[in-house]
């Protein structure tokens, strides 16, 4: 039990460190449209079961994050630009990432 205090303890102080960006404008509109802004996405870090999916695009590499914001679960759309964490949107996760999630 006192191991899973401390992965969890190292896991919260990891996410000290970690710099989002995100344009606010498109966190507003973000919102308006989900109920959540980039603001509270941050707080998907916060899950240790956090998933991680490579998304298929063209440009930049973009990722999936899957996790628990609060009791639900939620997905954003993330790039990484140098040593920052860019949120491009974030949503209420869909069944299919649920399931993702809940299989890992």
Known sequence: MRDDLLDIGICQVYILYMDFEFDATKSGSNKAKHGIDFVEAQSLWND????EIPVRTTDERRFMIVGRIA???GSAVITYR???IRIISVRRAR???IDI???S
């Open 82 to 84: 140098g040593d920052r």
């Open 48 to 51: 240790p079961d956090l998933v």
């Open 101 to 103: 999630y809940e299989g």
């Open 71 to 73: 009791k639900r679960h």
């Open 95 to 97: 069944h299919e990432e």
